[in-house]
């Protein structure tokens, strides 16, 4: 509701008290007006109250200029009013109405506005702290001197996420300040049954960090904190956490009654009631008049009434395939199975030699050469170790540590860094050091870089890249090769290069491309050599490589399987069957196209990949098969994959886990 300059005065005048007071009614209001709304049927949602919690967001906003950024939560209604969104635009995303803020693909999860600087919300608890960060570091990188808030409850401070985070904060002295809200209940557990210590400010001491407990009823006291954690922040002096007592006076959610909370206690806190507190007290101290708060109420219960009258009245557009694709990727016919004729590759001018680990390099280079808005983040990306395999061996020595960093060991935060500076209009590639670590990492990738353009309507999007390693027998937790969790997220794209040429050309596209990109390494290929293209090359996704012409059968594969592909048609050459082999390059987008005029040509396929056979990629190319070129096969679709076990470590067990190009020829075979 407050939309200006920022306010970082440490007292507030009685117009800066009217005000918040007129912010803290709004979101009351609002609050009332909705309640009443679910109560008649009228709507229907899942609706998180913030009774109680209106004016620490009331203060903060007052404090925050229009430009300084906010990532908030579920719980995130005052957040949101207080920084400037209306209420038909909320509400009307809360229940999914095509004319809400995000065309209702969102929900009350998914309220962004950038303009406002609204830049996130999230329902995954804890998980906007890191990504708070991320934007915190590009406003410290592009100089642009925004501070981030970042709202929480009590019970996110149990999450590895936030923890991560504020060690990361403290460790770069971001401009974030990180708002917990103690309304003193994670759900239904009350704060002292979680909680080992009396005051969460406390958690900041363990980061070096600046740490407050204030009491979140006061707009006085507030703004004493937030003006000095924003000058901090702005002054380039680091973080800050601030908790904000509260008492939630209300259920979890808008039909939890609450069974679990102590009545008698719950009537003492509702007794101090902060919106009536503060009006009152606004009287008492000659701040305001009755009238003034009355003409305040008057005006926002006008503004709540219209709002949601325009919103219920406003007719909400048939649904369409056409609508709910049109903010899944940048391209709105995005389909993860193209079906036309990818480009040929450019013709470079010079090509030299070089292993794929030189190929990414390059890659990671002339994008940072390219854009100033590149950055790379990772576990010892930095020189002198240049990462654990080399691939950003030099980058941080040509273009700084500020630009190319080792990060902690804290996977939830370097991607949710990762994707706040995507958010931020930055491009970051994020280097993970091993695909195994991926569950570690999930969170920020699939439920906020593949998710946020959809479910802020296009508001926000993710330009970040993610580039790990494939490992080579080291067993079950150093060797997996989980490509399929990856291509089972819309929103994302994966690509898994086998030549050094690809590794540069798609690892550029990857960091180029608008959606979040994944491409993936393989130890067992990473130091192999053959050609690479100079300059800037990039090979468009989608786009297979026929490495291998023939006609009696095609041979599917990608990244560290190639080999065995390539070995698998010599040997089937050798016994007179004239083998075609296909190298998909990406998996998302698949090229449908090449594969189906393949098989075509040939009536019979092999797909071959070390990943778990069941729900593989080959069931999908296997699928897409069976249902396009079903009366022109020759004989049925053959997969060679890993086995429905973890990887082993025993290279004999290996063997038997994925049988390699023998398996290959024998499926082969199989289909003559
Ligand atoms: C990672 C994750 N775990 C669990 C949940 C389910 N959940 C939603 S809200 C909530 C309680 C969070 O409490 P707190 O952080 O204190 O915030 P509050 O809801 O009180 O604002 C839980 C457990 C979730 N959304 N995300």
Not at 217 to 229: C, G, T, W
Not at 302 to 307: E, K, L, S
């Amino acid at each position: 509701m407050i939309a200006h300059q920022r306010n970082t005065d440490k007292t507030l005048s009685s117009a800066n008290l009217r005000d918040i007071y007129r912010t803290a009614s709004l979101i009351r209001t609002a609050e009332n007006k909705i309640l009443k709304l679910l109560r008649s049927g009228a709507i229907s949602f899942p609706f998180y109250p913030v009774t109680g919690q209106e004016i620490a967001p009331a203060v903060l906003a007052h404090c925050l200029g229009k430009d300084d950024q906010m990532v908030t939560i579920y719980r995130g209604l005052a957040d949101q009013l207080a920084k400037g969104l209306s209420l038909f635009e909320v509400l009307g995303e809360c229940i999914g109405h095509s004319a809400g803020l995000c065309g209702g693909t969102g929900g009350g999860m998914g309220i962004a506005k950038p303009e406002l600087g609204i830049m996130m919300t999230t329902g995954i608890v804890g998980s906007g702290a890191p990504v708070a960060n991320g934007l915190g570091l590009a406003s410290q990188l592009q100089g642009t001197g925004k501070v981030v808030a970042v709202s929480f409850g009590d019970g996110a401070t149990s999450i590895g996420a936030v923890h991560e985070a504020m060690h990361m904060a403290s460790l770069w002295k971001l401009p974030v300040i990180f708002v917990c809200h103690n309304n003193q209940w994670a759900e239904s557990t009350p704060f002292a049954e979680y909680s080992t210590i009396d005051r969460l400010s406390r958690r900041a001491e363990a980061y070096s960090m600046a740490g407050v407990t204030v009491d979140g009823a006061d707009p006085v006291a507030l703004q004493a904190v937030f003006a000095e954690a924003v000058e901090r922040a702005s002054s380039g002096a680091g973080p800050t956490f601030i908790e904000s007592m509260t008492y939630r006076l209300c259920g979890h959610y808008y039909a939890d009654q609450g069974p679990y909370m102590d009545k008698e206690r719950l009537a003492q806190e509702r007794d101090k009631d902060p919106v009536p507190a503060l009006r009152a007290r606004l009287i008492a101290e000659g701040h305001a008049s009755i009238d003034q708060l009355d003409s305040i109420d008057a005006q926002v219960a006008a503004i709540v009434d219209a709002d949601c009258a325009r919103l219920l009245d406003t007719p909400d557009d048939a649904p369409t395939r056409k609508a709910l694709r049109r903010h899944v990727y940048e391209d709105p016919d995005f389909v993860p199975v193209s079906r036309h004729a990818a480009p040929a590759d450019p013709v470079p001018a010079a090509v030299r030699k070089g292993t794929m680990r030189d190929g990414f390099n390059e890659a990671l280079s002339i994008a940072l050469e390219r854009d100033p808005g590149v950055i790379a983040l990772g576990e010892d990306i930095a020189d002198p170790a240049g990462g654990v395999t080399g691939v950003t061996r030099g980058l941080s020595t040509q273009y700084g540590l500020h630009r190319v960093r080792s990060t902690p060991i804290a996977e939830q935060a370097i991607f949710g860094a990762v994707v706040g500076a995507g958010l931020a209009g930055m491009r970051p590639v994020g280097e993970l050091l091993m695909m195994d670590f991926l569950p570690v990492a999930m969170d920020q990738l699939i439920s906020h870089a593949a998710k946020v353009r959809f479910m802020t309507g296009g508001q926000v999007h993710c330009p970040m890249t993610m580039i790990t390693l494939i490992g080579q027998g080291n067993g079950a937790q150093h060797s997996q090769s989980t490509e399929a969790w990856l291509m089972h997220t819309p929103g994302l794209k994966v690509a898994y290069p086998s030549t050094p040429a690809d590794a540069k050309g798609l690892l550029l596209t990857a960091i180029f491309d608008n959606d979040p990109c994944i491409v993936l390494e393989c130890m067992s290929l990473l130091y192999s050599s053959g050609d690479i293209p100079e300059g800037d090359y990039r090979i468009p996704f989608g786009s297979a490589a026929v490495r291998r012409e023939g006609s009696d059968v095609s041979i599917i594969s990608y990244g560290a399987t190639m080999t065995d592909a390539l070995a698998a048609a010599d040997l089937l050459a050798a016994d007179g069957i004239s083998a075609e082999v296909i190298d998909l390059r990406s998996l998302v987008p698949l090229d449908g196209h090449t594969i189906l005029k393949s098989v075509a040509k040939t009536g019979r396929a092999v797909i071959a990949h070390r990943a778990t056979e069941f729900l593989g990629a080959s069931a999908e190319i296997s699928s897409l098969i069976n249902s396009e070129l079903f009366g022109q096969l020759k004989a049925p679709v053959q997969r060679v994959a890993g086995d429905y076990t973890p990887v082993p470590k025993s290279t004999k067990l290996l063997g038997v886990y994925f049988q390699g190009a023998a398996a290959i020829v024998s499926a082969a075979k199989e289909t003559l």
